[in-house]
């Protein structure tokens, strides 16, 4: 069966594209959902002019998406953390402390979903995050994890260890 699909779906694709899936999947998932709806004559040419007007705002878009993404890029993002023995870290630095950090020193709002590491952040090092901003735009912002010891715990003089 064909549909069209009203919400982008990381499975299948983006709003207002045609796809060809299974009958059970479309009448007993997409439309239901009101993810899809079935792709009669009309509603395919209502759909290519939707996306014909989304593709043309998109378009008008992407220089603020680029210039975004090459902002982000100049950022060096850098976590002072307490490490253990090793340079491991106690804990890890999350996709969540990139967004706060790009926040505070770009006052760029980004997702947390959007950002990618290519690997866990759990030592001292330099690591590189990736941000998709658009389909085919993306900012790579270098991060750099320094440690500090953490404080030593402080013996209490009105109460010492027996």
């Not at 079935?38 to 290519?48: G, L, N």
């Not at 994890?145 to 404080?151: I, Q, S, T």
Request: hydrophobic letters at 40%; glycine letters at 4%.
């Amino acid at each position: 069966m064909k549909v069209i699909l009203l919400k982008e779906l990381d499975s299948l694709g983006e709003v207002n594209t045609i796809h060809k899936v299974k009958d059970g999947y479309a009448r007993n998932y997409l439309i239901p959902q009101r993810l899809a709806i079935p792709a009669t004559r009309d509603a395919v040419k209502a759909a290519e002019k939707r996306l014909k007007k989304r593709e043309e705002q998109l378009e008008a878009k992407r220089a603020d998406f680029e210039a975004s993404a090459k902002k982000l890029s100049e950022l060096e993002l850098e976590f002072a953390v307490d490490v253990g023995e090793g340079g491991k870290l106690f804990g890890s630095i999350t996709t969540q402390d990139i967004v706060d950090a790009i926040k505070e020193k770009s006052e760029e709002s980004i997702p947390k979903r959007k950002i990618q590491l290519s690997q866990h952040i759990k030592k001292v090092g330099d690591y590189i995050a990736t941000i998709k901003i658009f389909k085919d735009v993306v900012a790579e912002i270098k991060i750099k994890v320094v440690g500090r010891k953490p404080k030593e715990k402080t013996e209490n003089p009105a109460n010492p260890a027996e």
